[in-house]
Structure formats: structure tokens, C-alpha cells
């Protein structure tokens, strides 16, 4: 393909604006053809700043505009609909995490990209750091032997966002979050879980495609908060090794390294036990540790590693576009899965008893 690559963004509310929106204007191979939102404020500043040509409310505007590739950012609970539209029209595409809120419609959306030769990403930014790639490479050349037991942790300063108890700052200060897209669980599907323990299990799932998730069982804690603000789940996978999941919404700042109310460093550790070794990554202090009992050992201090960024999933999705090789680190599979732990984890608090897939 030696044209520019036609995109639309669908739902460009205050993160599309701070990271999709800007990678997308800022490649010369990309002509941002139309933007659907409907937020006043965030109207406004596409029309009248970032100079957008066609800005629509209605998201099948943006589908009826024959484009190569489509970013779904709307709010959850439309993920489904606007994605399935998007890969109907016949362009590629990039969805937002949580993926969607069943598991029913996210395998059907992997199944439908698949059929038709559609590429459909998550975005799951880890997924294209050095550091988490680097894990993967040694995961796929060398393993660690049967996988036995798994530990994700998680915390994210975003207190106030979950509790509607003031302004949330963002990457870009110019567009505020809508609040209902967070709190209101018809809209959001849930409350941190959601929001952030999607991002670190896409890293989980991408590492490890061996879990497959058999049983859950889960505790959340919900603070007279309408979503849940922490999580434990425990998890029984198909081989029968075991996982925890822990989630934490933490006091809006709390994230380490930084004072700044919002901060790429989240508190993020992912640890994966095999029959023969292990993997311990610490995105929150750069630490990397691949391990395994017959020597091999690579232990080392990462600057930077761990910061979250969200700039790879969109630069892939045009790159697939264009046919350039490269790889899918975010494919709706491993976002599948993601859906299949959290929605089996809020079926489990509703029933108070271990839910099966």
C-alpha cells in the first residue's frame, strides 16, 4: 500500500485525544479522515485545535467513510458494537481495553478478524515495551518448564476518577474524562478491574498463552462506590496451576518515582512460576529477573522498562495496514481472556462461590 492509510477514531474522549489522536497526526503515512465523539468539550478542541475535518456524533459516520483502519475508544460497553461495525466495514482495528464485557462477544469478534483477515489489536501499551518483549522472547525460546503458579499485582492512583470525588488529570489536562464512562458500571462494565487490571492481565495473557482459565473466584471491595476499587481473585487454570490477581486502587498520586497526580509509573508486578524457572518483571522498579534451574539466568536493573506507554498499538495498527512486518503483541485472543477473568470475576461476587468459564 503506497497511499496514506484512512483512519477514523471512534469515541475521542479525553485518552484518544492524549495518545491515539496525536501518534495518528503525527505519521505522515496516515490521513485522519473523521472523528466521532460526543463530548462538548472534546468537539470543540478537535474541530477548532486539532483542525479535524469531519467530526461526527454518530459513529457510523465515521464507518461509512472507507477507511483502511478504524480505533474504537468509546466507552466500554460499546466496544463491542462499534468494533463489530468497524471489522463489517473492512478495516483493520485497534480497540480499547476492557476489550468488551462478555466473553461471548469478544471471542466472536477474534473469531470474525480472523475469517476475514482483518487485523484487530487491544491496547495493551506493555505488550510493545523492550522490557516486556524481551520476557516474551526468552518465555518463547527457553521457557520455564510447565507453568505452575502466576501472580499479577496491580495498583493505579485514580481514586478520585473511581469515586467521582474531583477532577481526574490526565496525560493531556485540555479534555477531562467523562466520569460516567468510569463510575456508572452499565457504561464502564465495572470499576478497577476494568479500567486497569485489563491493561496488566493483557501483558499476563501475551506472556503465558498457555493459561487458559478453567475456574475464578473473587473478593472486591466497593467503598459505597457504584464500581469496585479493589480486587482478589484467584484463578484455576485448565493445567491446573494457580493464579492471583490482586488490584488496588490507590490515592491519586501514589505511584512511584513521581508526585504528579497522573504518572506513567504504575505499581505493576507480574511473576510467572514453571516447573524449571521463573520470571519476575517489576514494572513499577524497572527489575527484570528470567530465571532457570539449568543456569541460564538474566537478572537486571531496566531505566524506564516499565513506563507504561500506549504509542505501540496505534503505530501497529497502521503498519499492518501498510503490510510492514511486524507483529501483533495485543491480539483480541489475549484480550478474549482478559474478558473471560474479569466478567467470571463479577460473576463470582454476585453468586459469593467459584464460577467456571
Not at 335 to 340: D, I
Request: aromatic share 8%; net charge negative; proline share 4%.
Amino acid at each position: 500500500m503506497s497511499k496514506k492509510v484512512r483512519v477514523g477514531v471512534i469515541g475521542a474522549g479525553s485518552w484518544a485525544i492524549a495518545m491515539h489522536i496525536p501518534i495518528l497526526l503525527a505519521r505522515d503515512d496516515v490521513d485522519l479522515v473523521s472523528v466521532c465523539s460526543r463530548q462538548e468539550d472534546a468537539i470543540s478542541h478537535l474541530k477548532n485545535e486539532l483542525k479535524i475535518k469531519h467530526v461526527t456524533e454518530d459513529h457510523k459516520e465515521v464507518i461509512n467513510k472507507d477507511l483502511d483502519a478504524i480505533v474504537v475508544a468509546s466507552p466500554p460497553s460499546l466496544h463491542f458494537e462499534h468494533a463489530r461495525d468497524a471489522l463489517e466495514s473492512g478495516a483493520n482495528v485497534l480497540c480499547e481495553k476492557p476489550f468488551t464485557l462478555t466473553p461471548d462477544d469478544a471471542w466472536f469478534l477474534d473469531s470474525y478478524a480472523k475469517k476475514n483477515n482483518r487485523s484487530l489489536l487491544i491496547a495493551f501499551g506493555w505488550n510493545y515495551k523492550d522490557f516486556t518483549i524481551e520476557a516474551k522472547s526468552l518465555m518463547e525460546e527457553n521457557g520455564i518448564g510447565e507453568i505452575q503458579h502466576s501472580m499479577l499485582q496491580m495498583a493505579t492512583g485514580i481514586r478520585s476518577l473511581l469515586k467521582t470525588t474531583s477532577a481526574f488529570s490526565s496525560p493531556d489536562s485540555t479534555i477531562m474524562p467523562d466520569h460516567n464512562t468510569w463510575t456508572n458500571p452499565r457504561v464502564s462494565g465495572g470499576g478497577y478491574a476494568q479500567a486497569q487490571l485489563s491493561h496488566a492481565a493483557g501483558a499476563l495473557y501475551w506472556l503465558a498463552p498457555e493459561l487458559k482459565i478453567d475456574k475464578v473466584f473473587s473478593l472486591m471491595n466497593f467503598e459505597n462506590s457504584q464500581v469496585d476499587l479493589n480486587n482478589s481473585i484467584s484463578v484455576q487454570y485448565e493445567n491446573g496451576s494457580t493464579g492471583v490477581v490482586s488490584g488496588a486502587c490507590s490515592p491519586d498520586g501514589a505511584n512511584y518515582g513521581s508526585s504528579d497526580e497522573w504518572s506513567p509509573r504504575h505499581q505493576l508486578v507480574i511473576r510467572i512460576y514453571g516447573s524449571e524457572g521463573q520470571l519476575i518483571l517489576d514494572f513499577e522498579r524497572d527489575f527484570f529477573w528470567f530465571y532457570r534451574s539449568d543456569g541460564l539466568e538474566i537478572k537486571k536493573q531496566w531505566p524506564g522498562g516499565g513506563l507504561y506507554e500506549c504509542d505501540g498499538p496505534a503505530n501497529t495498527l497502521v503498519d499492518l495496514t501498510l503490510n510492514k512486518k511486524v507483529e501483533n503483541r495485543s491480539p483480541a485472543e489475549v484480550g478474549a481472556k482478559t474478558v473471560e477473568l474479569i466478567s467470571t470475576a463479577y460473576k463470582s461476587i454476585e453468586s459469593k462461590k467459584l464460577e467456571s468459564i
